[in-house]
């Protein structure tokens, strides 16, 4: 059996296995008929440009993709010595804007080292919430300012739900700005030892829990946040066996925003009966309403 003689929708179901370079590069030509199907029926489309000569390049990005940019579903992006400046190429020279690919759901950037291009792909994706995968390989900051701001701007693509980062070996501290959409305790990174979450809001029982059982929470060695329910601490502490030292901030202890010392000290002896005896328990000499544990 000849392969082009197999009926169409067995093609367009063989081609879901390859990539767009490699589709366009052995079935484009060869007749009509796969022309069709390539421009016309096949519905998604996977284009990895790494390690891919310049000719190539510029062929798909002149001829073919702009035939086919809303059936694009994901893209790998490389600015390595095989490939240098291909961001480039692909947002200014050809001037690609992510908001036209409408059906993409996986991003790629593969040695980017320019945050400040990172994040300009970030706001388009900011913008038209599409994307629900995003990895950044072995891409390169120049401190961790600069890595802490964008993993920022990252948990606040709404539809995010996978996102993998390789080249961070160096974020020991991790504060997280605003809502996120993103699951907190599915973070997996060997190197972060403390967690911010002041500005997040107050967490529930639910996502407490959760994050105590984490990879995340078990590496957790200092850790910053507000909680809807005091008790809830006593748990989260006692399943957070590395914790040294923790902020809180309780909603349900609104008095002590007044700086009722009394009931602050009620929270205090509340703490010390319910918490280990190594626990060092004080209240924030500057607000009444935060609470410190060392230990």
Known sequence: MQFKSLSNEL????????????????????????????????????????????????????????????????????????????????????????????????????????LEKISAILTEFSDFAQPTRLQLMECFYRQEDDLTRLINNIWHL????????????QLYSLPIRGKVGFQIWKIKSTSIHRLDLIHIGYLTVAPCSKL????????????????????????????????????????DNMKIRDGSLPEANELVVWLQNCLPSTFSIRIEPTSYKTMQLWT
Do not use: W
């Open 11 to 114: 093609l367009l179901d063989l081609f879901e296995f390859f990539d767009g370079v490699h589709l366009f590069g052995a079935f484009y030509g060869l007749n009509n008929c796969f022309n069709t199907l390539l421009l016309v029926h096949c519905l998604q489309y996977h284009f990895d440009f790494q390690l891919l000569s310049k000719r190539k390049f510029d062929l798909i990005c002149q001829e073919y993709l702009p035939s086919i940019i809303d059936r694009v579903t994901s893209i790998r992006l490389s600015d390595s010595d095989e490939t240098p400046n291909l961001v480039d190429r692909f947002l200014i020279t050809y001037g690609f804007n992510f908001t036209q690919f409408t059906h993409l759901y996986s991003l790629s950037l593969i040695q980017v080292g320019s």
């Open 158 to 169: 709404p539809k995010l739900t996978h996102f993998l980062i390789n080249r961070a070996p």
């Open 212 to 251: 105590s059982n984490s990879l995340l929470g078990s590496q957790c060695q200092a850790f910053s946040f507000h909680l809807i329910n005091c008790s809830h601490i006593i748990n989260l502490v006692i399943n957070m066996s590395n914790l040294r030292a923790v902020n809180f901030q309780g909603r």
